[in-house]
């Protein structure tokens, strides 16, 4: 008695949900650290999942290495690789969508399965939208038709969180680039905002009363989550004043708390505003608070996005190093959580109740 086919439509139109863009001219790498269940068992209800995608024309054993780090990360069992690619005539890889393509499959094969995830199937498409051919490239009579994208449960579960997912990989990159009207109104604002920080640091150290200096920071960034929670504009001066706040580290710190509150809707809009408002080096700290919250709830893509923008602000901001350290790197991501409980802590030291949810 042969298997039942295993019908790939579901995995393959959930991609640009989960990649939070729809794939252009790249390959498509989905690991998983179970066995498939039932053909047509959507992903989301595996245990546990990862996504990664390289243009076509990348370098091999970078796209190898990555590929294998991430399925050690998951304890992958078993990978899906779809090479996405409008130049494509199908129902093959011809014609060749890039120079050496076939050889990247199969040094990709053989990295996998050394990383105990081996490919069990190769897929071919267009593009990922509705109606599109999709094909075998390891069983020559297996094909069909791609449904609606946006239909996937993956992309239910975007809205359900209010993530979008954009049109481009480029889109996507562009999603926290400065508003050029607004950040040059706090551009002009910053000067006098930093002299008078380093006027209250100063009066802080003198007196050393440090900790109501870092209560007054933390106090002041929940008054501008409020405004924003109640449909009301944070002005540029503000957003100038609180770039300064969070340029104190200790304030930085227990913000980590808010990623597991009952304030994380409101205040990853607070950051992505400061992202928005920003073109310096200040950009860093809003960057790294925002990726920090992003990889809590599972936005992988746009957390990457987040702590890159923040290392090319500040390369040598400690806690997006540590953070892109654990968004690139094979670092359990258990250990993220840690940050929010001992902000929290500090903050409570501090008189400000954050109010974690984070046991």
Excluded at 173 to 201: F, K
Excluded at 231 to 253: C, T
Aim: proline fraction near 7%; include cysteine.
């Amino acid at each position: 008695m042969s298997l039942p086919r295993f019908d790939p439509t579901g995995l393959i139109v959930s991609i640009p949900a989960r990649l939070r863009y729809a794939p252009h001219r790249q390959l498509v790498i989905m690991l998983i650290n179970t066995e498939m269940g039932p053909a047509g068992e959507d992903t989301d209800s595996l245990a546990r999942t990862a996504i990664v995608a390289f243009d076509l024309t990348g370098d091999v054993e970078r796209l190898v290495d990555a590929a294998a780090q991430a399925a050690r990360r998951i304890d992958a069992s078993v990978a899906f690789v779809v090479v996405v690619d409008d130049r494509l005539i199908g129902p093959t890889l011809q014609p060749l969508p890039a120079p050496g393509i076939e050889r990247t499959l199969a040094v990709l094969a053989a990295g996998l399965a050394a990383a105990g995830a081996p490919i069990r199937q190769v897929w071919a498409t267009r593009r990922v939208t509705p109606g599109s051919l999709w094909w075998s490239l390891t069983d020559s009579e297996d094909q069909g038709v791609l449904t609606d994208p946006s239909e996937s449960l993956a992309a239910a579960d975007r809205r359900a969180k209010g993530q979008t997912v954009f049109s481009s990989r480029q889109e996507l990159m562009s999603a926290l680039d400065p508003d050029p009207d607004l950040s040059a109104a706090v551009e002009t604002l910053l000067p006098a905002a930093r002299i008078r920080a380093e006027a209250q640091r100063g009066r802080a150290m003198a007196n050393d009363c440090w900790n109501s200096h870092y209560r007054r920071g933390l106090e002041f960034v929940l008054w501008c989550a409020a405004d924003i929670a109640a449909g009301e504009d944070v002005p540029p001066q503000r957003l100038a004043e609180l770039a300064m706040v969070l340029a104190d580290q200790m304030v930085l710190d227990c913000l980590h708390a808010t990623a597991r509150s009952e304030y994380q809707p409101v205040v990853e809009q607070l950051w992505t505003l400061l992202l928005r408002s920003l073109t310096g080096p200040e950009r860093a700290a809003p960057a790294a608070l925002l990726a920090y919250s992003l990889s809590l709830r599972g936005d992988g893509p746009l957390a990457l996005v987040a702590v890159t923008a923040a290392l090319a602000a500040d390369p040598h901001h400690f806690t997006s190093k540590l953070l892109y350290a654990v968004l690139n790197q094979p670092v359990p991501p258990s250990h993220l959580p840690t940050w929010s409980r001992l902000g929290a802590a500090a903050a409570e030291d501090l008189g400000v109740d954050l109010g974690t949810t984070d046991h």
